[in-house]
């Protein structure tokens, strides 16, 4: 028997596993490990794929600080029996801003409606577009962005704060994990995804790459993370199947959102695979999530009662496990209820049924990506538990473990 040393949770650190099963693991996470850095190598981006410019030549983007915001316009009622609006009625300045510039020059410039309500007001700092006239003539100045950048940082640092003086070392570990992930979704998967990867292959390999690192520098090396570990892997392999499956069976284009834009850039794309890792990358987070908390119980459970044997260590951990998914059910549909509020009262004000509503690619995109991480989800707690409760020891090890502790 060999002893597996964990990081938290009272009595766990005496917790023992069984030598067969915690070999079978490691040896299976080795393996997945070794495919991992060859996908890397099969779909690291070659740097030859399509880009585009985001402004014309010769356009600067300067800073300037908000002198007057006008009023909106009056908003055109989508209403076919409704009378045109005459838009001489309108005030001459509606949707407007006056934008004092570094050189102190002062500039009208049209403002999006959201722009002029969102509660801008004199002083603010805000971006424009400069837009040279060909010829030497005057700049023509346009709006484009809000100036955020204070605001976002005092966010981003109050989370870094309250993560570390809460979690402590772990918080700031996992901090560590959350740059790294978004490092290979930005330096990997994207790249990979615009050089033509297949959307499957980047997915499960930026996947297993982001939980190698995640998971072992937030929660230590150790036999109860690679049952986590284990199980995510899972989880990600189920929920790769329902999609390739899903976009299939569905027929889903993945052109839905701001892909009809990209599509503009990258015509050659393969926007089906898109959707397919998209998908994939989403059920990430809450995998980690339950299959942590199914591997902890069981090493808590089995600390604690050392006399129970496996199948009950299984039924236990199972039990904490239900409770769990109940939650993250209701977490992944509320996460997308939040984040698509404004579509959805969209589809409430027309009168179209429920099948209409459905059938469109949007939500049908939308269902298929809520589903298949929530059937990964519920999948991998049993798996995890199983995997977790075949490798600590039986229960008579476990009690003899435990009495010669108490000698």
């Not at 909106?72 to 949707?95: G, K, M, Q, Y």
């Not at 979704?185 to 297993?208: N, Q």
């Not at 569905?250 to 393969?270: C, K, M, N």
Request: charged letters at 15%; aromatic letters at 6%.
């Amino acid at each position: 028997m060999g002893g597996a040393h964990s990081h938290t949770g009272t009595g766990t650190e005496h917790v023992q596993t069984a030598r067969t099963p915690r070999v079978v693991l490691l040896t299976g996470l080795a393996l997945v490990a070794v495919a991992t850095v060859v996908g890397l190598v099969v779909f690291w981006p070659s740097g030859e794929r399509p880009s585009a410019e985001f402004s014309a030549p010769g356009v600067t983007f300067p800073q300037a600080t908000v002198v007057t915001v006008h009023e909106p316009c009056p908003v055109i009622v989508a209403d076919p029996s409704a009378p045109p609006a005459e838009r001489e009625d309108f005030p001459e300045l509606c949707n407007k801003l006056d934008a004092e510039l570094a050189s102190g020059e002062t500039v009208t410039v049209d403002a999006p409606p959201g722009v002029v309500t969102s509660g801008l007001e004199h002083g603010d700092e805000i971006k424009l577009s400069a837009i040279p006239t060909p010829g030497g003539g005057p700049t023509v100045y346009s709006w484009y962005s809000t100036e955020r950048d204070f605001p976002l940082g005092l966010m981003t640092a109050l989370f870094v704060v309250v993560v570390a003086f809460v979690a402590r070392w772990r918080g700031v570990l996992a901090l560590v994990g959350l740059g790294f992930a978004g490092l290979v979704v930005w330096k990997f998967m994207l790249p990979a995804l615009l050089d033509g990867g297949s959307g499957l292959g980047v997915a499960l390999t930026g996947s297993a790459a982001i939980m190698f690192v995640v998971l072992y520098l937030a929660h230590g090396p150790s036999v109860r993370t690679s049952t986590a570990l284990a199980g995510t892997l899972a989880g990600v392999g189920i929920i790769s199947l329902l999609t390739v499956y899903a976009v299939d069976a569905v027929r889903l284009s993945g052109l839905g959102h701001d892909a009809e834009f990209l599509r503009t850039l990258t015509p050659d794309l393969d926007f089906r695979g898109v959707l397919t890792c998209a998908i994939i990358i989403a059920g990430l987070g809450i995998l980690n999530d339950v299959t942590i908390t199914q591997s902890s119980s069981v090493w808590e459970l089995r600390a604690a009662a050392p006399e129970m044997s496996r199948r009950q260590l299984y039924a236990s951990a199972m039990r904490i496990g239900r409770d769990h998914i109940a939650s993250t059910i209701y977490t992944i549909v509320f996460v997308y209820a939040g984040t698509a509020i404004a579509a959805l009262m969209l589809i409430a004000l027309y009168d179209r049924s429920f099948t209409d509503v459905v059938s469109s690619d949007a939500i049908a995109e939308e269902i298929v990506r809520t589903l298949a991480s929530a059937v990964g989800l519920v999948l991998a707690v049993p798996a995890t538990t199983a995997i977790a409760a075949a490798t600590v020891t039986g229960a008579a090890t476990a009690r003899a473990g435990s009495a010669a502790e108490r000698l």
